[in-house]
T-cell receptor
Framework: DAGITQSPRHKVTETGTPVTLRCHQT?????MYWYRQDPGHGLRLIHY???????DKGEVSDGYSVSRSKTEDFLLTLESATSSQTSVYFC????????????????FGPGTRLTVL | LAKTTQPISMDSYEGQEVNITCSHN???????ITWYQQFPSQGPRFIIQ???TKVTNEVASLFIPADRKSSTLSLPRVSLSDTAVYYC??????????FGSGTRLLVRP
């Protein structure tokens, strides 16, 4: 398995508190992603990073911010958590492929289950 | 990114072959077709990827017709451990994948 860890694995917090989730990789992959997955749904991209200090928004970025100060770490912050942000959060990594035969897959971490009361 | 359509759920029995079809009418010339598998309480994992015709690996086969507007993931002789959600994705890189709701496969004894 790809070397991806997420911390914490489980967290319960209260509405209005800040929360930071950490994704750490040992693969030296360029791209890192944060997704959320809600019951019965597929994954939705929150933010992604294409290099150190280079990040961009995904399809559900409102209420979230990210930072990447080192290749191996990608942090997701909920500045003021809301109950609608209760979800399972997955981090993923990949290397950008170039050319027809170099498509590279995304490797996913184990997930963080966040509950906002 | 091309939109994909796949069945919401499928049931099968152990030992049977399972075929999950995905429709992607707006697939672009540079797009690949990729399937991911997700077990409960785990992140998705890559199963197979193809561009055209047929691709086979130790886990599955992927059949892609000449017009590439659909694809079929084939799982030979499924077991209970193949119960999972299967996602069909279309894109030209691993960058910014779009996951739909997937197909929930239930394998019964």
């Amino acid at each position: 398995d790809a070397g991806i860890t997420q911390s914490p694995r489980h967290k319960v917090t209260e509405t209005g508190t800040p929360v930071t989730l950490r994704c750490h990789q040992t693969e030296n992959h360029r791209y890192m992603y944060w997704y959320r997955q809600d019951p019965g749904h597929g994954l939705r991209l929150i933010h992604y990073s294409y290099g150190v200090k280079d990040t961009d928004k995904g399809e559900v970025s409102d209420g979230y911010s990210v930072s990447r100060s080192k290749t191996e770490d990608f942090l997701l912050t909920l500045e003021s958590a809301t109950s609608s942000q209760t979800s399972v959060y997955f981090c993923a990594i990949s290397e950008l492929g170039a050319g027809e035969n170099s498509y590279n897959e995304q490797f996913f971490g184990p997930g963080t289950r966040l509950t906002v009361l | 990114l091309a939109k994909t359509t796949q069945p919401i759920s499928m049931d099968s029995y152990e030992g049977q072959e399972v075929n999950i079809t995905c429709s992607h009418n707006n697939i672009a010339t540079n797009d690949y077709i990729t399937w991911y598998q997700q077990f409960p309480s785990q992140g998705p994992r890559f199963i197979i990827q193809g561009y055209k015709t047929k691709v086979t690996n130790e886990v599955a086969s992927l059949f892609i017709p000449a017009d590439r507007k659909s694809s079929t993931l084939s799982l030979p002789r499924v077991s209970l451990s193949d119960t999972a959600v299967y996602y069909c994705l279309v894109g030209d890189s691993s960058y910014k994948l779009i996951f739909g709701s997937g197909t929930r496969l239930l394998v019964r004894p």
